[in-house]
Every structure is written in C-alpha cells, then in structure tokens.
C-alpha cells in the first residue's frame, strides 16, 4: 500500500535519550517534512527537505536533527530528549515543495519524554 | 507574526450544515489548505483554494476572499463520521504552511 510509515508509532523515553523516528515514503516525493502536533497549537514544522540531499530549518528546529540521504527516508533525530519534546510527530510529503500539491501525512509518532 | 485564527470547537446536527471559518494574517500568500483530522489519526487533504471564489467538492465546499484574508469551509448534509477537527493552513511567500489550531467539530445525532 502507497504511502508514509512511521516508526515507532509511541515510544516513553527518559530525558537525556537519543530518539530517532522513522519516516519513508515509497511515492517518490521529493519534499519531505517533519512536523509536531501539540494540543491547543498548529502543526508546526520542525525541519523540511525539498529534495534528496538538501533539508532546512522550520520553525521549531531546536534540539533536532534530520537527515535524507535517499528520496525515501527522512528520520528526525533527538539529539538529548528533554520533556518539552513530548508531543505527536507526523512525517509528511508532497510531490514538489510549492505549486498546488497537498501533503500525505504519516499516522504519527506518539513520544512521551519522562 | 504570522497567524492563522479560526474556531476552537463548533457543534452541528446529523443532516444540517456548518460553517467553519479561517482568518489569516501571512507575510504573502500562495494558497490555503483545508485538511480534515480524526481523534488519533493523520490530517487528511480536503480542500485547496488559491483564487477567490467557492470550490465545490461532493458535501464539502471551500470559499477564499484573499483581500479579506478570510476563508470558509462549508459542509452539508452532515454526518456523524464528519466529527473531527479541521485544519486551515496557509501557504505564505516562502511556500511554508503556516496551520491553523483547528476546529473541533462535533456532530450530534
């Protein structure tokens, strides 16, 4: 089935862990995205790649780190869990990073840091 | 700042029809997206308006006024599964999506 898989879908973590959430897509988008989900907040987007090989800072950028080595995968890491990370993490793609495209979002990754 | 302001929560009738508006303030503008959300799940893509003017897609209908900033999503015939939150989010002048909270809709029978 086409689509977005994330990894783990929840995790507890104790602060101080490092975390890596796995995204990959098989539809062959090139703009990929990570974005967290915090109740009474927007989705707001953590670090974004328009393209294999090349990524960018969103809004709430700090304390991760991500990576796309491949058009596929794109895994956000948490260098050093703190308890403020706790939140919902959706990976998303879209064909190009403009135009009209819509987002295809992952079922989302469920992190509580303790 | 930029900022995106609809409703928090709103309540409807099985077979009515609702309202849910989006204002929004961006630096540029190149789209917005209205997206549906059920408790637990994925957002899932509804609507996309980039021209004024309504946008009819089956039960589910879009308008966007760019000069008022203002955006509605308009939903007939209701019904219990259409429970869920709605997202608008706008597209701003660096092609980022800037999303709304959400509104919360919740259907009674």
């Known amino acids: 089935i086409a689509g977005i898989t994330q990894a783990p879908t929840s995790q507890i973590l104790a602060a101080g862990r490092r975390m890596t959430l796995r995204c990959t897509q098989d539809?062959?988008?090139?703009?990929m995205y990570w974005y967290r989900q915090d109740l009474g907040l927007g989705l707001r987007l953590i670090h974004y790649?328009?393209?294999?090989?090349?990524?960018g800072k969103g809004e709430v950028p700090d304390g991760y780190s991500v990576s796309r080595a491949n058009t596929d995968d794109f895994p956000l890491t948490l260098a050093s869990a703190v308890p403020s990370q706790t939140s919902v993490y959706f990976c998303?793609?879209?064909?190009?990073?403009?135009?009209?495209?819509?987002?295809?979002f992952g079922e989302g990754s469920r992190l509580t840091v303790l | 700042g930029q900022n995106i302001d609809q409703p928090t929560e709103m309540t409807a009738t099985e077979g009515a029809i609702v309202q849910i508006n989006c204002t929004y303030q961006?630096?540029?503008?190149?789209?917005l997206f209205w997206y549906q959300q059920h408790a637990g799940e994925a957002p899932t893509f509804l609507s996309y308006?980039?021209l004024d003017g309504l946008e009819e897609k089956g039960r589910f209908s879009s308008f966007l006024s760019r000069s008022k900033g203002y955006s509605y999503l308009l939903l007939k015939e209701l019904q219990m599964k259409d429970s869920a939150s709605y997202l608008c989010?706008?597209?701003?002048?660096?092609?980022?999506?800037?999303w709304g909270a959400g509104t919360k809709l919740i259907i009674k029978p």
């Open positions: 998303a793609s879209s064909a190009e990073a403009g135009g009209t495209g819509e987002l295809f």
């Open positions: 539809m062959r988008h090139n703009a």
């Open positions: 790649s328009n393209t294999a090989g090349t990524t």
């Open positions: 961006t630096s540029g503008f190149n789209g």
């Open positions: 308006n980039v």
């Open positions: 989010a706008v597209r701003d002048s660096n092609y980022q999506l800037i």
